[in-house]
C-alpha cells in the first residue's frame, strides 16, 4: 500500500479521536447503518482531496463501508491532523504501523507547495482487481484543485503541451504546470482518459463550487458536479456555525490575545463572515464588517454591526479577518497603515484574500516566525503585524477546523451526493446539481435526536392548508433559511 504521511507512530492517537469524532458524527453513522449492506458505492473508485482531519477520517471510512476504494489528499497545505492521517493509513481491521492495512493517504501538515501538488496527482493512481493501473471514477474535492487538475490535463493534452512555468507569477500555479508537464512526457493520453471514466465529483465549498459554474457556463465542464455547498445543511450549518466555532479557536491558538475590547474587522458578511462575525463578538470584540453587497452590508447593520470601508478603519483595529472567497482584499497599502501587532487572517478558502506577495515587497520588510503558522512581519520602523497561516484558512492551519458534529451535516450531505453521482450517473448529464431538498431535510433530521430536538409533526389538515406533505419537503426551492 503507498502513501506519505508524516508519522504512523500517531495512529493509536488518531484512532482515539476518531471513535470520540464518531459519537459526534450520528449523520455519518447512519449512513454506514442504513447503507452499509447494500454497499452502493461498490465499485467506486473515490480520489479525494479535502482537509485530512478527524472528522474527514470519519467520512473516509464510511465511504469505504459503503463499498468504495478510496486515495486521499488534502486541499490545504496547513490544515492536515498528522494523528488522523496516522489512523486513516494503519486501518480499522487488524492493520498496524508495520503493516497498514488502510487507505492510502497523502498528507501532512507543512506540505510545501511542490508537495502539495504532487501528492495531490497521487490520488488519481488507483489499481484495479487485475493489478491494472486504472484512474478514479469519481471525485470528492473541496475548493476544485483536482477537478482542475483534470480539466487542465485534457486541456493540455488536446493542446499537444504545457505552458511553460514562467508564463505565470504566480509560484502555486507553476508546480501545477510542473505536474502536468512531467504527466503529459511520461504518460501521454493519462488525463484524457482519466476524465473520460469520471462519473461526476462532489464539492464541499463555495470557492470550489463557483469555479464548477464557471466551467459549466463557459461550456467547458468535463463531468456533472453535486455542489454539496449550498445543501442547506451544508452552508448554513458549517460555513456559518462552524466558523462561528472555529475562527476564535485559531486565533486564540495562535496569538492568546485577550479578544474582548478589541476591533475586529471581518471583511465579508456571506455565511462564513457571519459566522465569523459572531465568533469575534461573542468574545466580547467590537465587530466592523465590510461589504460589497448592499443585502449582506444591510443584513450586518441590521444585526448590530457597523458596517465600513477598509480605508476608514484600517488604522483604528486590531484584528482583521477576510472572508469573501475574493482575491486582494487587505493589500500591502493597508498593512502599512495597520497598527503595531494587528493580527491578520483569512478564513475563505484561497490565501490570495490577502496580498501576501505584495506585503513581502514593501521595502525592508522582514518576516520572523513566531511559531509555525505564526509570523511577524516587521517594518523598518519596528512596527510588527502578526499573520497567521501565512495567509491561508486560518481556522484549520492555527487549530483544527470545524468541529464533529457540524462537519457530520456537512460529510452526511457528501455521502449522498457520492451515492447519487456514482449510482445515479445517467440522472446527471453534465451540469452542477444540488442534492433534492428531501435529502437536504433528512440530513437535519438525523442530527436532531443527539440534541434532543423535539420536532413538531403537522397534521394532514395542516399539510393540506399549508401545500406540503406531511413528510416534507417543507419549504419550496427558492425559500432561503
Ligand atoms: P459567500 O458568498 O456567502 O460570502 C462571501 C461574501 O463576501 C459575500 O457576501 C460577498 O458579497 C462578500 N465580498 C466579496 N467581495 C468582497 C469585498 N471586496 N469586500 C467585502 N466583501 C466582499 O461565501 P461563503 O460561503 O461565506 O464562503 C466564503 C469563503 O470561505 C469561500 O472561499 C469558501 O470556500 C470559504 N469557506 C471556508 C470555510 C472554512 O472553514 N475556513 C468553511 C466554508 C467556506
Redesign the pocket.
Known amino acids: 500500500m503507498d502513501y506519505k504521511v508524516a508519522d504512523l507512530g500517531l495512529a493509536d492517537f488518531g484512532r482515539t479521536e476518531i471513535e470520540l469524532a464518531e459519537h459526534e458524527m450520528p449523520g455519518l453513522m447512519a449512513m454506514r447503518e442504513r447503507y452499509g449492506a447494500a454497499q452502493p458505492l461498490k465499485g467506486a473508485r473515490i480520489a479525494g482531496s479535502l482537509h485530512m482531519t478527524i472528522q474527514t477520517a470519519v467520512l473516509i471510512e464510511t465511504l469505504v463501508d459503503l463499498g468504495a476504494d478510496v486515495r486521499w489528499a488534502t486541499c490545504n497545505i496547513f490544515s492536515t491532523q498528522d494523528h488522523a492521517a496516522a489512523a486513516v493509513v494503519v486501518g480499522r481491521n487488524g492493520g498496524t504501523v508495520e503493516n497498514p492495512s488502510g487507505v492510502p493517504v497523502f498528507a501532512w501538515k507543512g506540505e510545501t507547495l511542490a508537495e502539495y501538488w504532487d501528492e495531490a496527482e497521487k490520488v488519481f493512481d488507483f489499481t484495479d482487481e487485475s493489478g491494472n493501473s486504472v484512474g478514479p471514477n469519481v471525485l470528492l474535492d473541496d475548493?476544485g484543485d483536482i477537478t482542475m487538475l483534470v480539466h487542465l490535463g485534457v486541456e493540455f493534452e488536446k493542446a499537444g503541451a504545457v505552458p511553460a512555468q514562467d508564463s505565470t507569477d504566480n509560484e502555486e500555479f507553476k508546480e501545477v504546470l510542473r505536474v502536468l508537464e512531467r504527466s503529459l512526457a511520461n504518460n501521454p493520453g493519462r488525463w484524457t482518459s482519466i476524465a473520460a471514466e469520471i462519473k461526476g465529483v462532489t464539492e464541499e465549498?463555495?470557492?470550489?463550487v463557483?469555479r464548477l459554474y464557471e466551467r459549466f457556463k463557459e461550456g467547458s465542464l468535463l463531468f456533472p458536479a453535486i455542489n454539496v455547498?449550498d445543501s442547506v445543511t451544508k452552508?448554513k450549518f458549517?460555513?456559518k456555525y462552524?466558523?462561528r466555532h472555529?475562527l476564535v479557536d485559531g486565533i486564540n491558538r495562535a496569538t492568546d490575545v485577550m479578544i474582548g475590547g478589541k476591533v475586529a474587522v471581518v471583511?465579508?458578511?456571506?455565511?462564513?463572515?457571519?459566522g465569523s462575525a459572531e465568533s469575534l463578538r461573542g468574545q466580547g470584540a467590537r465587530v466592523i464588517v465590510?461589504?460589497?453587497?448592499p443585502i449582506?452590508a444591510l443584513q450586518a447593520a441590521m444585526d448590530g454591526y457597523e458596517v465600513k470601508r477598509?480605508e476608514s478603519v484600517v488604522d483604528k483595529a486590531d484584528i482583521f479577518v477576510t472572508?469573501?472567497?475574493?482575491f486582494n482584499?487587505i493589500r500591502a497599502e493597508h498593512f502599512a497603515q495597520m497598527k503595531n501587532q494587528a493580527i491578520v487572517g483569512n478564513?475563505?478558502?484561497?490565501d490570495n484574500?490577502i496580498d501576501m506577495a505584495g506585503l513581502a515587497k514593501i521595502p525592508g520588510i522582514v518576516k520572523s516566525e513566531i511559531k509555525p503558522q505564526v509570523h511577524q512581519w516587521i517594518f523598518p520602523d519596528g512596527k510588527k503585524i502578526i499573520v497567521l497561516s501565512e495567509g491561508r484558512?486560518?481556522?484549520?492551519g492555527n487549530a483544527t477546523?470545524?468541529p464533529s458534529f457540524v462537519m457530520s451535516n456537512s460529510f452526511t450531505n457528501q455521502v449522498l451526493a457520492q451515492i447519487e453521482v456514482f449510482t445515479k450517473t445517467e440522472q446527471y448529464p453534465v451540469g452542477v446539481y444540488v442534492l433534492p431538498k428531501h435529502l437536504d431535510e433528512e440530513v437535519a433530521r438525523l442530527h436532531l435526536d443527539a440534541l434532543g430536538v423535539e420536532l413538531t409533526e403537522l397534521t394532514q389538515e395542516q399539510a393540506d392548508y399549508i401545500g406540503v406533505e406531511v413528510s416534507g419537503p417543507y419549504k419550496p426551492e427558492h425559500y432561503r433559511y
Open positions: 475548493g465549498t463555495t470557492t470550489g463557483h455547498n452552508s458549517d460555513n462552524g466558523c472555529s471583511c465579508g458578511y456571506g455565511d462564513v463572515g457571519k465590510t461589504e460589497i453587497d449582506c477598509l472572508t469573501t472567497g475574493n482584499i478564513i475563505g478558502h484561497f484574500e484558512l486560518l481556522n484549520l477546523g470545524h
